[in-house]
Nanobody, 124 residues
Framework: QVELVESGGGLVQAGGSLRLSCAAS????????MAWFRQAPGKEREFVAA????????YYPNSVKGRFTISRDNAKNTTYLQMNSLKPEDTAVYYC?????????????????WGQGTQVTVSS
């Protein structure tokens, strides 16, 4: 069982930056592939970034590639999402997710554990 708690959301102007954190419980954090998803009102939950347990492999959709960076600190059981050059369309609730799969996963249905979400609002 893994419990995830996100933090770091807030209100930022377009062009600004935020860093989200996801703290995980458990002693086997380094074995989990971690990801960030987001969900805007009235829209499906959307994949944002993923990182393998070692941190060596990451993946981003085109919508955030070059602006967002996912990272992890296995000694602190924490995953991060650095978001730069934010746009109003990045406004959403951002969720951290974990899966025991060793390879990168890009769909929400492959993730077993979820945090409660943190709101990110980007004003124009």
């Amino acid at each position: 069982q893994v419990e995830l708690v996100e933090s770091g959301g807030g209100l930022v102007q377009a062009g600004g930056s935020l860093r989200l954190s996801c703290a995980a419980s458990g002693r086997t954090f380094s074995t989990y592939t971690m990801a960030w998803f987001r969900q805007a009102p009235g829209k499906e939950r959307e994949f944002v970034a993923a990182i393998t347990g070692s941190g060596r492999n990451t993946y981003y959709p085109n919508s955030v590639k070059g602006r967002f960076t996912i990272s992890r600190d296995n000694a602190k059981n924490t995953t991060y999402l650095q978001m730069n050059s934010l746009k109003p369309e990045d406004t959403a609730v951002y969720y951290c997710a974990a899966t025991g799969a060793s390879r990168l996963q890009f769909t929400r249905y492959n993730y077993d554990y979820w945090g409660q979400g943190t709101q990110v609002t980007v004003s124009s």
